[in-house]
T-cell receptor
Framework: GQNIDQPTEMTATEGAIVQINCTYQ??????LFWYQQHAGEAPTFLSY??LDGLEEKGRFSSFLSRSKGYSYLLLKELQMKDSASYLC??????????WGAGTKLIIKP | DAGVIQSPRHEVTEMGQEVTLRCKPI?????LFWYRQTMMRGLELLIY????????DSGMPEDRFSAKMPNASFSTLKIQPSEPRDSAVYFC????????????FGAGSRLTVL
């Protein structure tokens, strides 16, 4: 079957670094996406990885290991506004997104 | 661009009533997706369109749900009759040609069925 696993909730301190992990099992693979969703709002696109390695985009970086079926989202210099849910989604062989349940990130001052 | 526009933002209705949710995608986006989000089940794809044609509706829960896209700038999701278990946030999303899964979501329609 198809499955995306990510932690339900994480807590971190303002100014610190946090890593949100995601493991995936999908029928085929055409890329791994991360979306951010603030409470009561719509998801917004953060990153896309299709090749192994680290993609850096400002304070946010995303990593992919295809052989391990593993990705992480790294958030540096955490700010209070980073409090949100982070959704991992894998694109399967039919180019359909399989979504994880999301990781709720709580930032404390 | 105003982004993906959905209406209504909130709807409260009684069981058995018909509900119609509306979506205007971003101009030039040729993929349109309808999602449902609940705490229990997360984000679920209901149906998606390419160039106004329904491609995959396997996520539509049952015959009570229907979706149409009469033109490139408008889509509807209809539930008839509605049930309390349909209570959720319904998101419409669109994407550019060639980037089928970099989605831009609308603000969502929060549906409560009493």
């Amino acid at each position: 079957g198809q499955n995306i696993d990510q932690p339900t909730e994480m807590t971190a301190t303002e100014g610190a670094i946090v890593q949100i992990n995601c493991t995936y099992q999908t029928s085929g693979f055409n890329g791994l996406f991360w979306y951010q969703q603030h409470a009561g709002e719509a998801p917004t696109f953060l990153s896309y990885n299709v090749l192994d390695g680290l993609e850096e985009k400002g304070r946010f970086s995303s990593f992919l290991s295809r052989s391990k079926g593993y990705s992480y989202l790294l958030l540096k210099e955490l700010q209070m506004k980073d409090s949100a849910s982070y959704l991992c989604a894998s694109m399967d062989s039919n180019y359909q997104l399989i979504w994880g349940a999301g990781t709720k990130l709580i930032i404390k001052p | 661009d105003a982004g993906v526009i959905q209406s209504p933002r909130h709807e409260v209705t009684e069981m058995g009533q018909e509900v119609t949710l509306r979506c205007k995608p971003i101009s030039g986006h040729d993929y349109l997706f309808w999602y449902r989000q609940t705490m229990m089940r997360g984000l679920e794809l209901l149906i998606y369109f390419n160039n106004n044609v329904p491609i995959d509706d396997s996520g539509m829960p049952e015959d009570r749900f229907s979706a149409k896209m009469p033109n490139a700038s408008f889509s509807t999701l209809k539930i008839q009759p509605s049930e309390p278990r349909d209570s959720a946030v319904y998101f419409c999303a669109s994407s550019l040609p060639g980037e089928a899964n970099v989605l831009t979501f609308g603000a969502g329609s929060r549906l409560t069925v009493l």
